[in-house]
C-alpha cells in the first residue's frame, strides 16, 4: 500500500506531520513533503487513521 496526497488539496497545517513524523514533513516554504510513500504493512491501519484526519482530504492510502 501506498500513501498518496493531493499537493493542491494539501493546506500545510501538519496533522499529519504531528501523527507520522516518519512519513510526512514540511519543507522550508511550509510544502508538504512525503518522505516514504510504502507503507509497511503492519503501519497501513495507522496511516489510514492519519488520511482520515486530513482535514483537506488531501490523504489517501492507495493500493500498489
Ligand atoms: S493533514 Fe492534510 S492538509 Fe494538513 S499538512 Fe497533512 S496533507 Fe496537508
Redesign the pocket.
Known amino acids: 500500500m501506498r500513501i498518496k ?3 493542491d ?9 504531528g ?1 507520522a513524523p516518519d512519513f ?1 514533513d ?1 519543507d522550508d516554504d511550509d510544502y ?1 513533503v512525503i518522505l516514504q510513500e510504502e507503507i509497511p504493512a503492519d503501519r497501513v491501519e495507522e496511516l489510514r487513521q ?2 482520515a ?7 489517501s492510502v492507495e493500493e500498489d
Open positions: 496526497a493531493d499537493f488539496l494539501c493546506e500545510s497545517n501538519a496533522i499529519c506531520v501523527m510526512f514540511l508538504l492519519v488520511a484526519n486530513c482535514p483537506k482530504s488531501a490523504l
